[in-house]
T-cell receptor, first 112, second 117 residues
Framework: QKEVEQNSGPLSVPEGAIASLNCTYS??????FFWYRQYSGKSPELIMF????GDKEDGRFTAQLNKASQYVSLLIRDSQPSDSATYLC????????????FGIGTKLQVIP | ETGVTQTPRHLVMGMTNKKSLKCEQH?????MYWYKQSAKKPLELMFV???????ENNSVPSRFSPECPNSSHLFLHLHTLQPEDSALYLC????????????????FGPGTRLLVL
């Protein structure tokens, strides 16, 4: 079982729709969860982080965390072509320095 | 710009060459990381330095040798690499917290695209 699992996609959604990106993780002791966006040929940049069960909203983005199900998701409302990128789920397994494990990433395509 | 710079941005080297990748962070962070990103694979953590001390070495081959002379600079020395080492090498930094939960984000540099012939 992979430590952090994501569907590599591509996930295609029409412009204006809600894009739903999913991630599961194997370590129940995981504490912090991150979503990074990576445009082709660029480095990852942080979109959101979440630590507590429930939803966290920031503009068009909502992160959802369910620790019991070991599941974290990212919703993008009113998707735009500029949202087309690969979205990486990252999980911090322990405290101290940040020992983060990344998923393979889901490629999102927003169709105009 | 994330405040993390990397040089060179592109590097082509033969298997017998020796080269070094450089990373510099201007964020006042105290932890720095090297990652390898290959096609169709997750980001692989190679090395972590916290307060200039190497705290993580994920079974990386000895042909990769990191160096962290101070909290702002990180190097990755390369020698006798193999073609399968061709990848994007990313440097990141973060502000490590005290004991217990660490919440700070990692900020990535633009990466060095390495091709080993």
């Amino acid at each position: 079982q992979k430590e952090v699992e994501q569907n590599s996609g591509p996930l295609s959604v029409p412009e204006g729709a809600i894009a739903s990106l999913n991630c599961t993780y194997s370590d129940r002791g995981s504490q912090s969860f991150f979503w990074y966006r990576q445009y082709s040929g660029k480095s990852p940049e942080l979109i959101m982080f979440i630590y507590s069960n429930g939803d966290k909203e920031d503009g068009r983005f909502t992160a959802q965390l369910n620790k019991a199900s070991q599941y974290v998701s990212l919703l993008i409302r009113d998707s735009q072509p500029s949202d087309s990128a690969t979205y990486l789920c990252a999980v911090n397994k322990s405290g101290g320095y940040q020992k983060v494990t990344f998923g393979i990433g889901t490629k999102l395509q927003v169709i105009p | 710009e994330t405040g993390v710079t990397q040089t060179p941005r592109h590097l082509v080297m033969g298997m017998t060459n020796k080269k070094s990748l450089k990373c510099e962070q201007h964020l006042g962070h105290n932890a720095m990381y090297w990652y390898k990103q290959s096609a169709k694979k997750p980001l692989e953590l190679m090395f972590v330095y916290s307060l200039e001390e190497r705290v993580e070495n994920n079974s990386v081959p000895s042909r990769f040798s990191p160096e962290c002379p101070n909290s702002s600079h990180l190097f990755l020395h390369l020698h006798t690499l193999q073609p399968e080492d061709s990848a994007l090498y990313l440097c990141a930094s973060s502000q490590g917290g005290t004991s217990g939960r660490l919440q700070e984000t990692q900020y990535f540099g633009p990466g060095t695209r390495l091709l080993v012939l």
